[in-house]
T-cell receptor
């Protein structure tokens, strides 16, 4: 149980295009999902917290108009990188939290490797 | 500022050795502390989660301890194997479910 999937696993796009990444909790409902970014040889940095049915909360320094997050259902959150540029190339990982008490364990997706040419 | 630090950044040991990875966090108001494994180019594999009220958790050859008051956690790996080679990340969970990750310890176990 507690499986989180991401799609696509890898994407290459041209500069200026938009890319959508999906994060799904397959066997549980996730009221809260999180999006992280990881640059090579660095750790994960939280980008935003996504709550079902409400606007995402972005971390300081993350452009909300650049990284659009939608959490339309209890099993799906999407991250859209708008007008992508080479500096947006990174490994994007989502996580989903099950339960609502005491900030339960987060289950992580396998990640999406974005390369912007 | 909430920060998580891991020492050492890299570690190379011969197969069979017992080893300890260290994690420290500046803000002790954590809800839990998690240890993850990450293989190159891959996502995270959860290893152990210690709730703030607990002192340690064990899974197979892995044992994680937590000293919340001093802001420290350790991951003990017994009888290391080449398959244990990976980057190990610790992460502290704070208000709102926010995880703060350490920079990781890159472990190499030589056969």
């Amino acid at each position: 149980g507690a499986v989180v999937s991401q799609h696509p696993s890898r994407v290459i796009c041209k500069s200026g295009t938009s890319v959508k990444i999906e994060c799904r909790s397959l066997d549980f409902q996730a009221t809260t999902m999180f999006w992280y970014r990881q640059f090579p040889k660095q750790s994960l940095m939280l980008m935003a917290t996504s709550n079902e049915g409400s606007k995402a909360t972005y971390e300081q320094g993350v452009e909300k108009d650049k990284f659009l997050i939608n959490h339309a259902s209890l099993t799906l959150s999407t991250l859209t990188v708008t007008s992508a540029h080479p500096e947006d190339s990174s490994f994007y990982i989502c996580s989903a939290e099950s339960g609502q008490a005491n900030y339960n364990e987060q289950f992580f997706g396998p990640g999406t490797r974005l390369t912007v040419l | 500022k909430q920060e998580v630090t891991q020492i050492p950044a890299a570690l190379s040991v011969p197969e069979g050795e017992n080893l300890v990875l260290n994690c420290s966090f500046t803000d002790s108001a954590i809800y839990n502390l998690q240890w993850f494994r990450q293989d190159p180019g891959k996502g995270l594999t959860s290893l152990l989660l210690i709730q703030s009220s607990q002192r340690e958790q064990t899974s197979g050859r892995l044992n994680a301890s937590l000293d919340k008051s001093s802001g420290r956690s350790t991951l003990y790996i017994a009888a290391s194997q080449p398959g244990d080679s990976a980057t190990y990340l610790c992460a502290a969970t704070y208000q709102g479910g926010k995880l703060i990750f350490g920079q990781g310890t890159e472990l190499s176990v030589k056969p």
